[in-house]
């Protein structure tokens, strides 16, 4: 068995909140990395679920805000870095878009720390187990996302 | 390939005699989904060829031995995934990528009638090709695939929380079909792959991958950034573990080179644009101004009879005195220079930073040859080449970094590198060892082993240079042939003689009277008046700290990857591990490919290699290099993007986004609307993510299929 | 007859010293190490710089890769219980060669502290605690001292607690606060009686 990661292993069962976060990675770079931590088998948290595409270019910024409106606690989006994009420049356009996800979370009372743009090569599988753990924590310590709270209140009533 | 096509097709027409009705509605589904593709399709973003709630996914998960069993409760996981919308039918194996594994998914396709497989089980990065091969041969399109990934993503990081790893994985199956239920079928191009090669770097392995092509009757294009081919092996004196002379062994190589019709060798040059993709790379190779002319060259410019032909009379007149960087700067050399006398191909080259345009070289070549112009520009060449090998080496890590050990501090600390010249009878002592402050034969001489390797520091590399272990025992065996009763003490942490045949030189060296010391140096100190230097270390094996006087130093200094290695890798859009080497497809079923279709890896720009494994991995690069060309054709996976015109505004955003151009506006009955080109897009989606409109639909990543990934997660499953 | 005395002895010491470490292992001391030096002396892969650095090794029987292998073991007694634990100059040549990155000092002050939990604390470092506390000094200075200090044009006295005896109170109090004083009496009193 491999060494246990940085963070607690929490309780789990009905009716005990589990953040929900969302990853969109790209083929090359971060999913390879992700990968690579398993081949390492580094300990990460596992509150995350990954959508793969081939290039963080891919991501609209609506697939975030979908997220965030289906209840995501947080999301990940995670590519190449600035120069090593399989596709040379999809990375840059990206993070453009993704500022401008924060820009706009922060502009509805969103916190931002919900949202993050990583980059993880497809050598850094130690790294994809830091970044994890720390969106997860994160995650953990803001709690459970107001959307989810509102539209509770909203069936409530 | 076509083989390959032929079989395939063959194959489930064989198996619809057998097994009677229900691969037919099959075969009129795989119909229908053609008819549905033209690039009008009215809604094209709800465009499945698969109704909703059409759909019958079948899922797969894999136990992988106890790998993904040992973490997570698969019954559960199994139990969970049948109630996911969609889903006809469920199973589990021990090994689904096995043959019996495929029967099972083989079997229930056709049995149950699915529109859809998905596999639950390592990553689409190893085992999406098995899969689709298996999708396909049970009689579904291939791109009817889609992979759960819950082994390197899920059972093996999350090995202490089961239930945090169940849920996942039933997440992960859940995402899966809510894609699988949407995807549609895909039919790859096929494009022609141009029959030519190009080798990025001349050293043992480029030029072994380059005569490899050569044989196989590819043309190849040779690039060496140098003045002449052979890279470190022809610093080299002798090689391990046969001892043979590295220049008996490299030049006839190096000749070979120089003589091969199918060979076009360009030295003094290094790539400067790469466009294209497999099968279709347009190089564009900068020349480097060389100052000298070919006698081809010459004949070009109408000077018949002209150019150089290598009888070195402009260096006998040249004013300008250099080190020589291949005799690590102990040997001078003039401005215009050939840097040793076996280069290949004999051109003399000048060195135009260091030149000062006296023109007596000018003068000394004469009005016959005119081989020398001094004005000579930098030129471009655009060649176009089915596919790629880098070999492009290594360099010596700047070991004067590690001040303990008092390289260029102290003069009779040396590399290994200069070793090999100073022991090299064509070397700038003619073979004779003696020590750079007094010229004496030395008498004691200290190893330092693993210097700057296995270091994390982070002054030094952490990776083990592999082959010092091995040439310090060859230096070893060198002067105590050489020198009489001189000892070698080797200062060693371990030795790695892990080759054929190592161990057994090993155990020569240490027969013939080299004294192995196990401990780490961790100084080394000069006595300024004699020159002589005292390394101070443990001897682990004692227990006892000790300080060694010797005469001369040779420092096992660590490699690194060459220095134009990064700027190279991009240009072909390959990746490098975290220490810089470049990046292979898979450590072990695809060490010479890369994530670039069409561009292999040869030698030790790939990780450190000695030279049998640096030629057996050039021999590999260039036969998976050749296997495209011999094909003549190869599949382009059908990622790209697509216009849905109804919805296309005509903005134009997306054209400058587009890093590839494959994108431009059009007039089409009488609008203005974007159109691709399919064979320059390469699918990134960076057009898709953007479009304002949602007016592009990126095949295999659409927009609906992404949504209902997110939604699967997050709502459960429903839409 | 001679000649042979103690060898019995000796041989069957010798035996009993090659027994394998099993029972003696605490794999707790390792991670309480890592924990008050924060560094990795699990990394440890014995190449021998820091014993080949140590200005202390040449001089003594003193080995620091030795201690390190013992962290790494987990070895607490031996490691804890060997004098030559304090023989370390705290000089960080170690610690600045070390290829693996580990800080061999920091261990050695992590082992130095878990001694010193258990009152295994050489009388002469308790003495420098007790100088400290009546002076401000590890080491007071003295006559040979001031003259010397006098020749180079300097005050008799370093402008510290030798000048200023009035700020000896605030150390006083910093050393009661951490019971180091009592303590430092306690065991010298054991000791010497
Ligand atoms: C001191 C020493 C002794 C050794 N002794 C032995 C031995 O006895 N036996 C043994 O098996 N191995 C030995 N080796 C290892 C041996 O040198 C290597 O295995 C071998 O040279 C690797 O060949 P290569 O072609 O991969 O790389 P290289 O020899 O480094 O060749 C790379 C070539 O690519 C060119 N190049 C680099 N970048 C570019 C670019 N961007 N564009 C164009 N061209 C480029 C370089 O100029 C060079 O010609 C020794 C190594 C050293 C340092
Ligand atoms: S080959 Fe030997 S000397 Fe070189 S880094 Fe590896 S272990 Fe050290
Ligand atoms: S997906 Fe779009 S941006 Fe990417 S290569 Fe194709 S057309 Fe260009
Ligand atoms: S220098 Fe570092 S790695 Fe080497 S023996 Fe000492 S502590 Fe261990
Ligand atoms: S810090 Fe201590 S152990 Fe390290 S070299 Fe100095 S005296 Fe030796
Ligand atoms: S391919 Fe990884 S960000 Fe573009």
């Known amino acids: 068995m491999s060494a246990p990661g940085n963070f607690e292993i929490p309780e789990r069962g009905p009716g005990i909140w589990q953040p929900k976060i969302q990853g969109i990675v790209c083929n090359w770079c971060s999913y390879a990395g992700a990968d690579l931590a398993g081949g390492g088998r580094i300990q990460y948290p596992p509150d995350i679920r990954i959508v793969r595409v081939m290039c963080t270019g891919r991501i609209d910024s609506l697939f975030v805000l979908k997220a965030f409106a289906d209840g995501a606690d947080g999301v990940l989006v995670s590519g190449c870095h600035f120069g090593d994009c399989h596709y040379l420049e999809g990375n840059y356009k990206a993070a453009k878009r993704m500022f401008m996800v924060k820009r706009l979370m922060k502009s509805i009372g969103l916190d931002d720390r919900r949202f993050r743009m990583t980059f993880v090569s497809a050598s850094e599988g130690a790294k994809w187990g830091a970044v994890v753990t720390d969106v997860v924590n994160t995650v953990r310590e803001l709690g459970p996302s107001p959307i989810t709270e509102i539209r509770k209140e909203l069936e409530n009533k | 390939m076509m083989a390959e096509k032929k079989s395939t097709k063959k194959a489930p027409s064989k198996k619809e005699d057998t097994k009677k009705a229900a691969p037919m509605k099959l075969e009129v589904k795989k119909q229908a989904a053609p008819a549905a593709k033209p690039k009008a399709a009215p809604a094209a973003a709800a465009g499945s060829t698969t109704k909703p709630g059409e759909a019958r996914i079948g899922v797969f998960i894999c136990h992988c031995g106890t790998n993904i069993a040992g973490s997570m409760d698969i019954e559960a996981v199994q139990e969970a995934s049948k109630k996911i919308p969609n889903v006809a039918f469920v199973d589990n194996y021990k090994y689904m990528c096995s043959m019996p594994g495929q029967t099972v998914i083989h079997k229930a396709v056709k049995d149950q009638k699915l529109t859809g497989v998905v596999v639950a089980a390592c990553t689409p990065r190893l085992h999406e090709p098995t899969f689709r091969t298996a999708t396909k041969d049970a009689g579904l399109n291939p791109f009817r695939f889609e992979m759960a990934n819950i082994r390197d993503q899920n059972s093996w990081v999350h090995m202490h929380d089961r239930v945090g790893s169940t849920d996942k994985a039933i997440d992960a199956i859940k995402i899966a079909v809510a894609k699988a239920a949407l995807l549609e079928d895909l039919h790859p191009k096929s494009v022609p792959v141009e029959p030519t090669a190009m080798v990025v770097g001349a050293g043992v392995g480029g030029m072994q991958a380059a005569l490899d092509l050569a044989a196989a009757g590819i043309k190849t294009y040779l690039i060496e950034k140098d003045m002449s081919i052979g890279g470190r092996m022809s610093q080299l004196d002798k090689t391990f573990p046969t001892l043979d002379c590295s220049q008996c062994i490299l030049t006839p190589k190096m000749v070979d080179v120089g003589r091969s019709p199918n060979i076009e060798l ?269 390394i101070y270390t443990d001897d682990t094996l004692l227990n006892r700290p000790i300080a060694m006087d010797v005469d001369l130093v040779v420092l096992a200094a660590a490699i690194q990857p060459a220095a134009d290695t990064n700027r190279t890798r991009k240009l072909f859009g390959v990746s490098c591990s975290m220490d810089g080497w470049l990046l292979e497809a898979h450590p072990k079923l695809n060490p010479c490919g890369t994530t670039t279709a069409g561009v292999f890896l040869a030698g030790v720009c790939q990780g450190p290699k000695d030279i049998p494994d640096t030629v057996a991995s050039a021999e590999g690069a260039a036969s998976a290099a050749s296997i495209p060309i011999h094909m003549g054709e190869v599949e382009l996976e059908p990622y790209f993007a697509m216009c849905i015109e109804e919805k296309c505004a005509g903005c134009g955003m997306c054209v400058n986004l587009c890093p590839y151009s494959a994108l431009a506006l059009i007039e089409k009955d009488g609008r203005t609307v974007m159109q691709v080109t399919e064979a320059k897009c390469k699918g990134c989606g960076t057009c898709g993510g953007f479009c304002p409109g949602g007016a592009i639909k990126m095949n295999h990543f659409t927009t609906p299929q992404i949504v209902a990934q997110i939604d699967a997660f997050l709502l459960g499953g429903e839409q | 007859m001679a000649r042979t005395k103690g060898y019995p002895e000796a041989l069957d010491k010798k035996l009993r010293d090659q027994r394998y470490y099993r029972e003696d292992s605490n794999p707790e001391f390792l991670k309480k190490l890592k924990t008050i030096s924060r560094t990795i002396p699990h990394m440890c892969y014995q190449c021998g710089t820091c014993t080949g650095s140590c200005p202390s090794a040449p001089r003594s029987t003193y080995r620091i890769r030795n201690f390190m292998r013992r962290a790494v073991l987990g070895l607490e007694n031996e490691a804890l219980t060997d004098p030559d634990l304090w023989l370390c100059t705290t000089c960080y040549s170690c610690t600045d060669r070390c290829p693996r990155d580990i800080a061999p000092t920091d261990v050695i002050m992590a082992m130095r502290n878990l001694a010193a939990q258990r009152d295994i604390v050489p009388v002469n470092f308790l003495k420098t605690v007790q100088a400290i506390y009546s002076s401000g000094h590890g080491v007071p200075n003295n006559d040979v001292n001031r003259a010397a200090r006098e020749k180079l044009g300097l005050t008799r006295d370093p402008p510290t607690t030798h000048m200023y005896p009035e700020y000896v109170k605030g150390i006083q109090k910093i050393l009661d606060h951490y019971g180091l004083k009592a303590r430092a009496d306690r065991i010298i009193k054991e000791r010497e009686g």
């Not at chain 2, 330092?448 to 025992?473: E, H, I, Q, W």
């Open chain 2, 266 to 534: 360009m030295t003094w040059s290094e790539v400067h644009e790469v466009e294209g993709y497999i099968g279709n790379f347009d190089v564009t190779i900068r020349k480097k101004a060389r100052g000298v002319m070919t006698p081809a060259e010459a004949e070009a410019k109408g000077i018949s009879g002209g150019g150089c032909n290598g009888c070195g009379d402009c260096e006998n007149v040249c004013p300008v005195i250099k080190p020589n960087e291949f005799e690590v700067g102990m040997k001078p050399r003039k401005a215009i220079y050939v840097n040793h006398p076996q280069v290949v191909p004999l051109i003399y080259t000048i060195d135009f930073d260091s030149c000062v345009k006296c023109g007596l070289c000018v003068t000394a070549c004469g009005p016959e040859k005119r081989a020398i112009d001094l004005e000579m520009k930098d030129e471009f060449v655009k060649v176009k080449v089915g596919t790629v090998i880098l070999a492009t080496g290594y360099d010596i890590f700047p070991i004067e970094n590690k001040t303990e050990w008092g390289y260029k501090q102290y003069e009779n600390v040396i590399t290994s590198l200069e070793f090999e010249r100073l022991i090299c009878a064509s070397g700038p002592t003619g073979g004779h060892l003696v020590r750079p402050s007094d010229g004496k034969t030395p008498m004691r001489v200290g190893f330092v082993l693993c210097a700057g390797s296995r270091d994390n520091t982070g002054n030094g590399k952490p990776y083990c240079s592999r082959f010092c272990c091995m040439y310090s025992l060859k230096h070893a065996h060198q002067i105590i042939e050489k020198i009489p009763g001189c000892v070698p003490y080797l200062f060693y942490m371990d030795i790695r003689s892990f080759g054929k045949m190592y161990e057994e030189f090993y155990y020569r060296i240490q027969d013939e009277g080299a004294k192995f010391i196990r401990g780490r140096v961790a100084n080394i100190l000069e006595d300024p008046k004699t020159k002589n230097l005292t």
